[in-house]
Nanobody, 124 residues
Framework: EVQLVESGGGLVQAGGSLRLSCAAS????????IGWFRQAPGKEREGVSC????????YYADSVKGRFTFSRDNAKNTVYLQMNSLKPEDTAVYYC?????????????????WGQGTQVTVSS
């Protein structure tokens, strides 16, 4: 059974930093795509940053490029999202998602496995 467990959310002032973690278990190999999505109140869930399991290619939403950094530690089956220069518009519930054979990294429908979500709140 695949499980994704997120941690690291919280409340931070604008300009601050947070690091999210997602521990994955249940995959039989490392060739799965994994990434982060977020959903703000009243908005659709959107892809933030994801990495392919096949070729290591990465996706970053334009809104986070230069501020967020995605990393993956295969030895620990854990991925991280380092979020710097946070803005109030980054406030959302952040979800970790993963699956094999993902073609469109940024599309939430590409993923069958989701974590429970962690709240990130950025105050102005």
């Amino acid at each position: 059974e695949v499980q994704l467990v997120e941690s690291g959310g919280g409340l931070v002032q604008a300009g601050g930093s947070l690091r999210l973690s997602c521990a994955a278990s249940g995959f039989t190999s490392d060739d799965y795509a994994i990434g982060w999505f977020r959903q703000a109140p009243g908005k659709e869930r959107e892809g933030v940053s994801c990495i392919s399991g096949s070729d290591g290619s990465t996706y970053y939403a334009d809104s986070v490029k230069g501020r967020f950094t995605f990393s993956r530690d295969n030895a620990k089956n854990t991925v991280y999202l380092q979020m710097n220069s946070l803005k109030p518009e980054d406030t959302a519930v952040y979800y970790c998602a993963a699956d094999t054979a993902v073609r469109d990294l940024a599309r939430q429908g590409s993923y069958n496995y989701w974590g429970q979500g962690t709240q990130v709140t950025v105050s102005s």
